[in-house]
């Protein structure tokens, strides 16, 4: 078993940051490979990034590429996805995902594990 809780959400305005953490426990948590994924209202789960281990296999989203940036401290089994130069289209719940056989993934459905989700609103 793996729990992920995420924090790190808000309001923020267009151009501005904030830094999403998830926090890890289990006894395979410090094992996986950790992705961050988003859901705005009506749409699908959209892929942002995802890290392994051993942070050898980094992986961005289009939508994230350039803006985001996912780090992982595996010392205290911490993941963060820093989010910068926000726009309105960013506004999402965003979740972290534990991926338990691989380096990490672009799809949802090879994560094993799911956090409840942060509320992410980009809004002047």
């Known amino acids: 078993q793996v729990q992920l809780v995420e924090s790190g959400g808000g309001l923020v305005q267009p151009g501005g940051s904030l830094r999403l953490s998830c926090a890890a426990s289990g006894r395979t948590s410090s094992n996986s490979a950790v992705g961050w994924f988003r859901q705005a209202p009506g749409k699908q789960r959209e892929f942002v990034a995802s890290i392994s281990r051993s942070r050898t296999a980094i992986y961005y989203g289009d939508s994230a590429k350039g803006r985001f940036t996912i780090s992982r401290d595996n010392a205290k089994n911490m993941v963060y996805l820093q989010l910068n130069s926000l726009k309105p289209e960013d506004t999402a719940v965003y979740y972290c995902?534990?991926?338990?056989?691989?380096?990490?993934?672009?799809?949802?459905?090879?994560?094993?594990?799911w956090g409840q989700g942060t509320q992410v609103t980009v809004s002047s």
């Open positions: 995902a534990a991926d338990l056989d691989s380096y990490g993934s672009r799809l949802a459905d090879d994560y094993d594990y």
